[in-house]
């Protein structure tokens, strides 16, 4: 777990998501917190094969009861999917917003738009589900 510091904007939720993003080398989710101005990742549980572009719209569907059950000290701020193959990362932040962040490097392979849509839905549903 590793803090960054911002306050809770949307800015502030891409800063982080692509803080996270550049420092991980396989597919991972994370849960994004604020508390007193620092937003800090928790890293969920998943098998990163299971975060396979074609594959993970049904994972993060599964992943909602896990997704409640994750320690957050202060606000839930975002969920973040990290695929560093594509250097892509998408996030959902409170607010209803998705994110797509480009990381630097040599583009992978983009994800087609079934996809970011299942990706997009599945983050989002895993914000609503835990926000209520």
Do not use: F
Not at 7 to 35: M, N
Not at 77 to 99: E, K
């Amino acid at each position: 777990m590793t803090a960054t510091p911002h306050s809770r904007t949307a800015d502030a939720v891409v800063r982080a998501a692509g803080y996270y993003g550049a420092r991980s080398v396989l597919p991972t989710v994370y849960a994004l917190e604020i508390d007193n101005g620092i937003i800090t990742g928790h890293r969920l549980p998943v098998a990163p094969d299971r975060l396979a572009a074609d594959a993970i719209g049904d994972t993060l569907a599964e992943m909602i009861p896990a997704a409640r059950r994750v320690p957050v000290d202060g606000d839930l701020a975002a969920y973040v999917v990290i695929l560093p193959a594509q250097r892509i990362v998408l996030a959902a932040d409170g607010t209803g917003a998705v994110h797509h962040i480009e990381l630097q490097g040599a583009p992978g392979e983009t994800p087609n738009r079934d996809q970011w849509r299942a990706i997009s839905d599945g983050l989002t549903a895993m914000i609503n589900a835990t926000m209520r």
